[in-house]
């Protein structure tokens, strides 16, 4: 239809009125959005740092249980593994061979049991996490499910005196608590991160994580030797509560969105919101969703790297005590180290993946690519050359600590790729892929428990690292072959576009005003051309 000339809506405000119904997602040339000039630190930087330490939080929830469970277990029971203090020889100048009398005699079946307990829960919550946190807001149920984990921590030691049994089912609990952390938080980033700062701002949030290994690994065994609180429930009692204060803090000053934020500044929401536009609560596209090839590059990637990942970080300890012959502060210590090279690979590949995009050296396709291979070929490698280290417990140290830790370098891969492919349903994505990538949080230590069980030795863990390596190189293939790094069709919903062409001088008010409010169109505007409006 040709617009008449009565009561006309000049361009400037036909924009205007699009902005303010907040039903057009702005997609125009992204790379000529630009930050505030002068900015330093904005509101979307505050919640970075905010969600940094509730990740950082998140892991010393989740990983003190793997140094606390040496404390824990009266490893003179342990007769069957007699022969891990022989194997290989003891350098260290703590007394390594002297074992433990902790209060609980559980085999190390069972330990595997315990600490994969936490991903049984995990694994529910994450599709209903991420499409909770794409309807109600990402705030609430990430720091919901933070405080439930760290009010069940605080209930830990208790629960362990009580009953095996409880325990496991604590652990399981605190898994659907936790569960819906990752896809909540990137349901947020959907809102927040900006097209050229998606890697940056997604990879220095989730390395709060690796932080969060760095500092409670050494400190769980610090306070395991101590006898502040008793010992090995003050890892409990000193994680839960951080934890709760952390909520308290969250729940102030973070918002779920840029509009919804009351000390943002003008300039900083006009950017965000011009970069990734206004979203609409719409329909999710489940079918295209789990159909989609480039989203199951990012699960097995995922996959493959939570493998690595999970099964170090709940049985290293165990390896360092029981092979290389570390005592629990120096387990603490030395377990901490991969965690603290990740910290930095994150940080790091979402600099070099941003760098790489913003400057069009690489495709967003094929940054990911790249930094992802980085990620995931370097540590199979790695694992697989731990054998040819024997008792060179130096050695094994420094390849194991570059395996985990350059595996941060997925962060700038598959790990924000979600954000690429589908800004609007990030939070689902999240959910969908991470939901196939616990289970190595279960699986893993189940293997190691299955392989070592009566049988620890440096022959046996090598079948760990082996298998590891093996899903490392699966996931890389899988990604190179089928990842993208376009937004997907099925990301903007189909929906009636009313556009109109030429400089909007001659269209009548009324009839954008009817049109807007009754027919849920979206507008577009091309200048140069007769006004006119269409549907699509």
Excluded at 486 to 504: A, I, M
Aim: charged fraction near 15%; proline fraction near 5%; hydrophobic fraction near 40%.
């Amino acid at each position: 239809m040709v617009a008449s000339e009565s009561k006309s809506l000049p361009t400037d405000s036909l924009k205007d009125l699009d902005s303010s119904t907040e039903k057009t997602r702005l997609l125009g040339s992204h790379h000529q959005i630009k930050p505030p000039e002068g900015e330093c630190f904005g509101s979307r930087h505050v919640l970075a740092f905010m969600a940094f330490l509730g990740f950082f939080n998140v892991y010393c929830l989740r990983v003190n249980l793997s140094v606390a469970l040496v404390a824990m277990v009266n490893s003179t029971k342990s007769a069957a593994n007699e022969s891990t203090s022989t194997e290989c020889p003891v350098t260290h100048l703590s007394n390594t061979t002297e074992k433990n009398t902790g209060e609980f005699n559980w085999s190390e079946n069972t330990q595997g049991q315990i600490l994969g307990a936490f991903f049984y829960g995990y694994i529910l919550t994450q599709i209903p996490g991420g499409w909770l946190g794409e309807k109600i807001g990402g705030k609430k149920l990430f720091g919901l499910g933070v405080l439930c984990t760290a009010v069940l921590t605080l209930l830990t030691p208790i629960v362990a005196r009580w009953s095996l049994g409880g325990l496991i089912a604590l652990r399981v609990i605190e898994g659907i608590g936790e569960g819906v952390t990752f896809p909540a938080m990137n349901a947020i980033w959907g809102h927040w991160a900006p097209l050229w700062e998606r890697s940056k701002l997604s990879s220095f949030t989730y390395a709060g994580a690796q932080l969060g290994t760095v500092f409670s690994m050494p400190l769980s065994g610090i306070l395991c030797n101590s006898d502040f609180l008793g010992g090995w429930p003050s890892v409990f009692y000193v994680f839960g509560a951080l934890g709760c204060i952390w909520f308290a803090v969250w729940m102030l000053v973070v918002h779920d969105t840029p509009a919804e934020h009351p000390r943002i500044s003008k300039e900083e929401r006009e950017y965000i919101e011009k970069s990734v536009g206004v979203r609409e609560r719409v329909t999710t596209p489940w079918k295209s969703i789990v159909t989609s090839p480039p989203l199951w590059a990012i699960t097995a990637s995922h996959f493959a790297n939570n493998w690595g990942y999970y099964t170090m970080l709940t049985c290293l300890p165990t390896y360092m005590k029981n092979i290389l012959h570390f005592n629990i502060q120096e387990d603490g210590f030395i377990s901490a180290l991969p965690y603290l090279v990740c910290w930095i690979s994150q940080n790091s590949s979402g600099q070099i993946a941003d760098f790489l995009r913003r400057r069009h050296i690489f495709s967003t396709k094929n940054t990911r690519k790249i930094v992802n291979s980085v990620g995931l070929l370097t540590p199979a490698i790695l694992m697989c050359c731990v054998q040819f280290a024997g008792c060179n417990s130096t050695a094994v140290v420094v390849m194991l600590t570059f395996a985990v830790g350059l595996g941060g370098f997925c962060m700038g891969g598959f790990n924000v790729n979600h954000l690429d492919i589908a800004p609007n349903y990030a939070g689902t994505l999240m959910g969908f892929t991470n939901m196939f990538a616990t289970i190595p949080g279960f699986a893993g230590p189940a293997i190691v428990g299955v392989l070592t069980d009566s049988n620890e030795t440096r022959h046996q863990w090598q079948y760990v690292f082996y298998i590891s390596a093996g899903v490392y190189l699966f996931g890389c293939i899988i990604f190179n072959l089928f990842a993208d790094g376009e937004e997907q069709d099925w990301n903007t919903p189909k929906r009636d576009v009313l556009s109109f062409h030429g400089n909007g001088k001659n269209v009548p008010y009324e009839q954008i005003q009817q049109e807007i409010n009754n027919q849920n169109y979206t507008i577009n505007i091309t200048p140069g051309s007769p006004a006119s409006s269409q549907r699509s």
